[in-house]
């Protein structure tokens, strides 16, 4: 177990070193630049925990004025409805001379 742990380190002692030589930084630099990707990474998860809030607050007032408005859709459904049968039997009669008039033969 003890040499897993020490090959474990070594290795990642090795990568670490590695990795400073390949992007050419100090590891003061690494250190500065690796703190400020992780405070840009929660500040951004603060932000986006913000406007997932806001978005749930956004979603639940919609929620109610649609609850609020159903009232009103179902009677404007009810008086098309109420119109549609009152003026379907004149669609009736017009659609009836239209295809009479459409079916006629021309006199040649």
Known sequence: ??????????????????????TKQT?????????????????????FQEKQTAFKSALDRFQTELDRTQPVIDDIKKDVDQFQFKIQPHLDIISQHTDRFNHDDPVN
């Open 1 to 22: 177990m003890k040499r897993f742990f020490t090959t474990t380190l070594l290795t990642a002692g090795v990568a670490f070193a590695w990795h400073l030589i390949d």
């Open 27 to 47: 590891p003061a630099a690494f250190v500065k630049n690796t703190a400020k990707f992780v405070q840009d990474k929660q500040a951004a998860a603060s932000v």
